[in-house]
Each structure stands twice: as structure tokens, then as C-alpha cells.
């Protein structure tokens, strides 16, 4: 089996790292700048530990690739990418490849299911970054992530295990779980705080704006029949395993949010979750005011390339109201 990472950024970046240092087939799919800096120096990973530099294969294209029968691809780009990512992997003739999205939101698994017929959901708990060009982090040990995985829209089958197996000898925690999806949404549930943070420092996501949101996405989960993994079970699958520490004495900046804000990329994940509990919202009849207003200000910092931080709590506090 060769696994083809396909965005190959702080997930995808650590992934193929890993799953090539411990003797799988792998091949990384990254662009631009951060294409030229692995093809010319190999990709950096830094870790607590210290830093490695790996040479894993990598293109900058789907279609710099033959694709074969033995072949699957795990999505590590940002969800509001994957549909330009599959229309490439169709345009390479990779259509029929599973497909395994190690994504945040709850959406990309729907959008793979419409040109592959096996598409698996990885529900990730790996702390990790990607700033520069070339360069991956690693904050957790002493593994660097979960990485549970099970076949969408439900079930379990070989792949799902022999993908779990294959994370679990990379150094990460992996099971594989035929109720992926409930894990996903209790996943989703955690990231409504990203655009908070991106927008107005870490420590906004601890105050009631964050709390709003994440009460309005309870809501419209239970008034759409959506089950999740309930917060004690997230915390006891979390454990001991994943403990942050400090790379170089720097401690992670910011969630994948606050680093699509960093890097200034001009996009931003925030339609796929706070965007999908406004939808959610919309199609059950719940307000969802808290998680619109985040969606809009996250799309607005990036859209205008403003950096993290650029908005306080207290300005988006003025503009949501009173509960």
C-alpha cells in the first residue's frame, strides 16, 4: 500500500513524515514554496525531542503521479481546498482511490464520497504546526497525535485497521472505529473556539463567546439527530497521550485557524466549522448568532489579511449582543 499525503502541511506534514521514517511507501503532495524547500532540503520536523530532517519523496501535483491499484490518499489540506483536491485527483485518474480525510469539519467525507466509493474519516488529536516553507512541528509527545480512523458514513473494514496499525507503528495512538463520525462532531464542537483564537488570542477561547458558540452547536447537533462522543470520552481517549511541550522554548502559537491567519494565505477554515453549525442551524431552525458572527470575522481577517489577534473579544462581544 502506498500512501500519498496529499497537503502535506503541520497533519499531513508530520503524518508522511513518521509513516516514511517507519518503513511505509509514502509519497507527499505539497505546492509552491513549500513544494521546492522538501524537493531541494528534505522536510524539516521539530519536535520536543530535537529536530530531523526526512527525505520522503514528494510532487507537487496528483498528476506528476501514476496511480495504482495498491494506492490510497490521505487529504491534509484545509477543508475549504478539498474540492479543487479532488477535482485534481479525478483530472490524474486517482478518482477511485479510497480517500481519507484527516481534516477538521465533518464536511470533506461527504465531498469524497461523490467520486470514491471508499472514503475513511480520521478524527485528529495531533498538535501541530506549519509556518515556514519546508518545516513541520511536532508539539505532543510522547506520541505526537491520535489518529482514530473508520469508513464513512459508518462502519469498519481491513483498510480502516490496516491503516490504524500503520499510524500506531509511525509512533502514533490509532484505533479503528466504526462510529468515526461521532467522534468528528465532538471534534467539530472543539474547533468552534479556532476562529476565536485566530481572531482575538488564546485566551478568548475561554470566555462567553466561545461558550455561545459551543452551546448553539450542542443545540443544533441534538435538533438534527447528530450524535457525539459526549466530553468525558474525548477526555479519557485523550489521556496521557497527548502532553504539549515546548519546541526550542517556544510553546505552539496557535490552532490551524490562528496559523491560516499567520501565514496570510487569504483563506480560512471557518465555513466548515462555525459555517457548519450555521448551516446546521438554518436547516433545523436554531439561532446560531454566536457561530455566524465568527464565520463572517474569520473569513473577513483572512480575506483582508489581517494577522491573529486583529480583533478583541470585546469588539465581537459589542457586535453579537446579549444572550
Request: charged content about 20%; overall charge negative; glycine content about 12%.
Amino acid at each position: 500500500m502506498r500512501i500519498v499525503i496529499y497537503g502535506a502541511g503541520a497533519i499531513g506534514g508530520v503524518l508522511g513524515a513518521r509513516l516514511f521514517e517507519n518503513g511505509r511507501e509514502v509519497v507527499l503532495i505539497a505546492r509552491g514554496p513549500h513544494y521546492e524547500a522538501i524537493r531541494h532540503h528534505g522536510l524539516r520536523v521539530q519536535t520536543p525531542e530535537g529536530d530531523t530532517v526526512v527525505d520522503v519523496p514528494v510532487v507537487d501535483s496528483p498528476s506528476a503521479l501514476v496511480w495504482g491499484a495498491d494506492d490510497i490518499v490521505v487529504l491534509g489540506m484545509k477543508t475549504q481546498d478539498t474540492v479543487e483536491a479532488l477535482a485534481a485527483l479525478e483530472e490524474a485518474g486517482a478518482d477511485g482511490v479510497p480517500v481519507v480525510c484527516a481534516q477538521n469539519g465533518v464536511e470533506s467525507e461527504r465531498m469524497a464520497l461523490r467520486t470514491s466509493a471508499d472514503v475513511y474519516g480520521i478524527c485528529v488529536m495531533c498538535p501541530a504546526a506549519h509556518l515556514q516553507p519546508g518545516v513541520v512541528q511536532a508539539y505532543s509527545l510522547p506520541c505526537p497525535g491520535i489518529l482514530d480512523v473508520g469508513r464513512y458514513p459508518g462502519g469498519s473494514d481491513a483498510l480502516a485497521d490496516e491503516l490504524a496499525a500503520a499510524f500506531r507503528a509511525a509512533t502514533f495512538e490509532a484505533e479503528a472505529r466504526p462510529d468515526i463520525m461521532r467522534w468528528k462532531y465532538t471534534k467539530l464542537l472543539m474547533n468552534l473556539g479556532n476562529a476565536l483564537e485566530a481572531l482575538s488570542g488564546r485566551s478568548a477561547r475561554a470566555g462567553e463567546i466561545a461558550g455561545r458558540a459551543r452551546a448553539e452547536g450542542i443545540a443544533v447537533l441534538r435538533a438534527a439527530g447528530i450524535d457525539f462522543v459526549s466530553d468525558d470520552g474525548f477526555v479519557e481517549r485523550r489521556a496521557d497521550l497527548i502532553r504539549l511541550q515546548a519546541i526550542g522554548g517556544s510553546h505552539r502559537p496557535g490552532a490551524s485557524s490562528w496559523q491560516s491567519l499567520e501565514r496570510g494565505t487569504g483563506r480560512i477554515e471557518a465555513d466548515y466549522l462555525n459555517g457548519e453549525i450555521a448551516l446546521l442551524g438554518r436547516l433545523h431552525g436554531v439561532p446560531t448568532p454566536a457561530n455566524t458572527l465568527l464565520q463572517r470575522a474569520a473569513n473577513d481577517a483572512a480575506r483582508h489579511h489581517r494577522p491573529p489577534g486583529s480583533v478583541s473579544a470585546d469588539e465581537l462581544a459589542a457586535a453579537l449582543g446579549p444572550s
